[in-house]
């Protein structure tokens, strides 16, 4: 079974994103019996992240999505339950756009994950790492590639936010997801956030069965 897990480039001016230094951990660890993992790093821009995410699905033909991106607000990961057919750049995305608050395309307000949230919640803590459901994924690009993948495809699909953690110091940027909450310094690793993705991919691996999906 092959799985699609997608994380995001830095933005805001910072050296780094956590999701995508998660994402990238991931080809060095050895993935679940019967599971093979493809990666991609998405741009954090309006006019690219979603077309980035359906090239990626094209080109890898996965079984399933697990995209994650970053929440500066959040102190543990968070498996998000929907997507809001919303997107909102309250903050210039990585070509300067600012995006005012508008649907993302024609269709319902919100679409429900395809993977069920409380069992990655489950497998992550079982793997030693704090977690919990969210109910709001933000009107940011990572709703914004949530809503793509259960928009644009019929694969399993899912998205999990992952706490800003830094190699080096702490996070500037957190209102992008969660409005009015400041950067928090999360007491997570990047190893850890590794560990949580590859318990999530585990869950997929067992949770969906292998077909293919076209787009």
Do not use: Y
Not at 27 to 49: E, K, Q
Not at 73 to 91: D, K, M, Q, S, Y
Not at 158 to 167: C, D, T, Y
């Amino acid at each position: 079974m092959k799985i699609l897990v997608t994380g995001f480039e830095p933005f805001g001016g910072e050296t780094e994103n956590a999701s995508g230094v998660a994402v990238d951990m991931l080809r060095d660890l050895t993935p679940p019996d019967g599971a093979r993992i493809v990666t991609a790093i998405l741009p954090v821009t309006w006019s690219g992240a979603g077309p980035a995410l359906l090239r990626a699905v094209e080109e890898n033909q996965p079984d399933a999505v697990v995209a994650v991106g970053e929440a500066g607000g959040r102190a543990a990961v968070t498996p998000e339950r929907w997507a809001r057919n919303l997107g909102h750049g309250r903050i210039p995305d990585n070509d300067g756009a600012i995006r005012d608050a508008a649907p993302l395309a024609e269709g319902p307000e919100r679409l429900e994950s395809r993977i069920v949230p409380i069992a990655l919640v489950r497998a992550i803590k079982d793997a030693g790492v704090p977690a919990e459901v969210s109910d709001d994924a933000g009107a940011f690009l990572c709703n914004a590639v949530f809503w793509t993948a259960l928009h644009r495809t019929d694969l399993p699909a899912a998205f999990i936010h992952v706490p800003a953690v830094r190699s080096r110091g702490s996070a500037r940027i957190g209102a992008e997801t969660d409005p009015g909450h400041a950067p928090v310094n999360s007491a997570l690793s990047s190893d850890n956030l590794a560990v949580a993705l590859m318990a999530a991919v585990d869950t997929v691996a067992q949770e969906t069965r292998p077909s293919r999906h076209g787009q």
